[in-house]
């Protein structure tokens, strides 16, 4: 666990008269291992259904495989989805518009910040880092987490 300066004299609960935050702080901690354990064995149930539905199911006009259960929560089966993406094989396209003589046509050229020669504007003093700053500006979130014994 990281030092924390101070960390004695953390405030508590009782410093605030906040009633029942611990008793939610116990329920949070205990929600939280309820979820990660059933997500665990949900996520087992659920690879055992789809290799039945894959190696079971009835396969539709779109690759979709189903299986009919008996109704109970609300549902009555199952589907093995078949989902089809399409991505760019970037050097398939070059080469074949390249052969086709389309390479000229169907790319753009367009500019590209290098952030290294950004950096070394920046050691040089050709830019300062304010300037840098207003280039990439920070960006802060934040999480809230537990924090082990």
């Known amino acids: ?17 906040a009633t029942g935050l611990e008793s939610m702080f116990k329920e949070y901690v205990h929600l939280k291992k309820n979820i990660d354990d059933l997500t665990a064995r949900q996520n087992v149930i659920k690879k055992e259904l789809l290799s039945f539905v894959d190696a079971n199911g009835l396969e539709d006009d ?12 609300g549902f009555a ?12 094989d970037e050097a398939a ?14 790319f753009q050229l367009k500019p590209v910040l290098d ?3 950004v950096m070394s504007c920046l050691y040089e003093g050709l830019l300062t ?10 960006k802060v979130t934040s999480a809230f987490i537990l924090t082990k014994e």
């Open 1 to 17: 666990m990281p030092e924390v300066i101070g960390k004695e004299n953390l405030p508590t609960a009782e410093d605030f008269g």
């Open 129 to 138: 880092e304010e300037d840098i700053d207003t280039m990439f500006p920070k």
């Open 93 to 106: 396209a070059q080469e074949l518009l390249r052969e086709k003589g389309l390479s000229a046509r169907c």
């Open 115 to 117: 952030e290294e020669e």
């Open 77 to 88: 089966g199952m589907q093995k989805q078949r989902r089809v993406s399409q991505t760019l």
């Open 62 to 73: 779109k690759g979709h495989k189903w299986c009919d259960m008996p109704k109970y929560g």
